[in-house]
């Protein structure tokens, strides 16, 4: 949106003379002088086609001399109006400098980060699924899929080329939702998602916390099998990624150790020291 038209005629039309005031009138003065002289200029009131343009030139003269900042501006392109350039540049930033909206910033900053977020987690799940059509197991996997789909023969009506390029392609779709270490992007975890739905999970939060207290502290009762898993992964220090990647039956083993108990956690660590030196 450009400035008020006031910055392109400032030099021409001087707003003090347009709103008949001096220059050391204070704002109680200028809006009443304003209001005194819209009235008498206002298109409803007069018809005048010269009278409207008057209008807008006293109008734009308020918008100037109304604010602190823009007048302290404009009141300095008078005292030099030598320095065009520079008059202009400080009246650009009077006029939008002090009207940014830290709202504004604070969203154009999450869309950027968001957008920057997503487009990092889809390259890096795109070369996790590279890496894992180059693998031997992936190449053998297609060959089964080949001979699942065909029955244990091999079309002979179709190229290779054709057959293996149509298994690859339903391949793809299988690995899309199997591949460890990396998963699609999901909308739900961008910062910008997330910052919105902060006040929901907070909540939550709070909810599954006093729950624990009433379940477990209050009531006594024994651990679920899910909440068991949460108290052995955070005993372990494992991301949640890397402990949904764990084997299941080793996970059970884990989960039984209770781990979260400090005599039991001690002992798994001693045990996982002998076992480092054996191998060594």
């Known amino acids: ?53 008057l209008f807008v030139k006293i109008a734009n ?11 302290e501006q404009y009141d300095y392109a008078i005292a030099h109006p030598e320095e065009v ?43 996790a699924v590279d890496m894992v059509k180059k693998t031997p197991a992936y190449k053998n996997r297609l060959r089964q899929l080949e001979l699942e789909r065909s029955g244990g023969t091999t079309n002979k009506k179709k190229s290779n080329k054709q057959t293996n390029k149509k298994m690859d392609e339903d391949l793809s779709k299988e690995l899309e939702l199997q591949i460890k270490g990396a998963e699609q992007p999901s909308m739900w975890d961008l910062l910008g998602v997330r910052f919105i739905l902060l006040p929901y999970t907070i909540g939550k939060l709070l909810l599954w916390h006093g729950c ?58 001693a045990e996982m020291r002998k076992e480092s030196k054996r191998r060594r």
């Not at 001096?22 to 409803?44: F, G, R, V």
């Not at 003269?61 to 007048?71: P, T, V």
């Open 212 to 269: 624990w207290f009433w379940r477990y502290k209050v009531k006594q009762a024994p651990y679920t099998w899910d909440d068991a898993s949460y108290l052995t992964q955070r005993s372990l220090s494992a991301p949640l990624d890397a402990w949904r990647n764990v084997d299941d039956s080793r996970k059970e083993d884990l989960i039984n150790r209770r781990l979260w108990e400090s005599s039991n956690m001690e002992s798994y660590l």
């Open 85 to 127: 350039f520079y008059n202009t540049a400080r009246y650009y930033q009077a006029y939008y400098g002090h009207k940014t909206d830290p709202r504004a910033v604070l969203v154009g900053f999450l869309l950027v980060l968001s957008a920057f977020q997503y487009f990092n987690q889809w390259t890096r799940y795109n070369q």
């Open 61 to 71: 003269a308020y918008e100037i001399l109304k604010d602190e900042a823009s007048r």
């Open 1 to 53: 949106m450009a400035p008020p038209a006031a910055i392109r005629w400032f030099a021409i039309d001087d707003c003090y003379d347009l709103l008949g005031v001096t220059q050391s009138a204070n704002s109680s003065e200028i809006k009443k002088a304003y209001y005194k002289l819209s009235l008498k200029h206002h298109p409803d009131k007069n018809p005048d086609p010269e009278s409207k343009k």
